[in-house]
């Protein structure tokens, strides 16, 4: 099966739902004139980043009145949506979501696993805040669709390669991770995606914020990675497509199923899997925590 991906890679206006909302519909419009199958936004899209206390304002149940809108495009389009928001749980309760919408309507949500707390005097201090307002999700479900399974990550999720090696024995066909990640991460950020795709020899697109917020600055650079190349026994190549860094980019790639059964064979990293390994992982994790 061959899908057509878009990466809406926007530069958010904070807490300004509305504006970012018609700038991920103009994207919509531009993919859905392409025939693409999915549309991926960056983390927080809807909201921008650097909301603060407003997150309790901005965040929305979900399903809930966006989604009910992103449903009403996806079924007028054709087109399955992914894009971040913040989720309104039980009351004072917060989730960083990724949210999947297609032609059938509301499909899933990622609640972000992992939650950085540090601070970083590169932006100022409090630069990632998730822990200051998100609970972290605990689910790992893997969404059945008619363009494949997928499976979805935010942001500081993709550093833990257990969340990525997890949904591909779930049978995830695509991984997506979706991130803010700012301009001073990315030197650290962009090998990482690289090597989710490698080390599982799987379909990876990520879509990060690019531009500016305040005083924040997203480097960008939203990629659509393969599994690797049966010719030159490469893995985590070809990269399809690749986003402009710093700024707003809206770039389309195709992929190919076939071409990870093709690939895998020739890298057996999933065949190869070390369960002794996990056993002692998780005993030593489990005295740290």
Known sequence: MKVKIALGQIEPSTLNKEDNFIKMKKYIDQAANQNVN?????ELSLTGYNCGDAFFEVAEEIPGPTVNEF??????????????????????????DAVLVGPEGYI?????????????????????????????????????TKIGNIGMMVCYDIYFPEISRLLTLKGADLLVG????????????????????????IWYAYCNLGGKEGETEYWGGSTIIGPGDKESKVPGEPIICKADYDKEDLIIGTIDYDKTGEFRPYFPVLRDIRLDFYEELYKIAEEIT
């Open 178 to 201: 979706i991130s803010g990640s700012p301009s001073f991460e990315k030197d650290i950020f962009e090998p990482l995606v690289k090597a989710r795709a490698m080390e599982n020899a």
């Open 108 to 144: 899933g949500k990622w609640r972000k696993h992992t939650l950085p707390g540090h601070a970083t005097d590169k932006v100022g201090p409090g630069a990632f805040p998730d822990r200051r307002y998100f609970r972290a999700g605990s689910k790992s479900p893997i969404f059945k």
């Open 71 to 96: 449903e009403d495009i996806a079924k007028n389009n054709d087109i399955y949506i992914i894009w971040g928001m913040p989720e309104k749980g039980i009351e004072g309760v917060l989730y960083n």
């Open 38 to 42: 999915l549309i991926i936004f960056p």
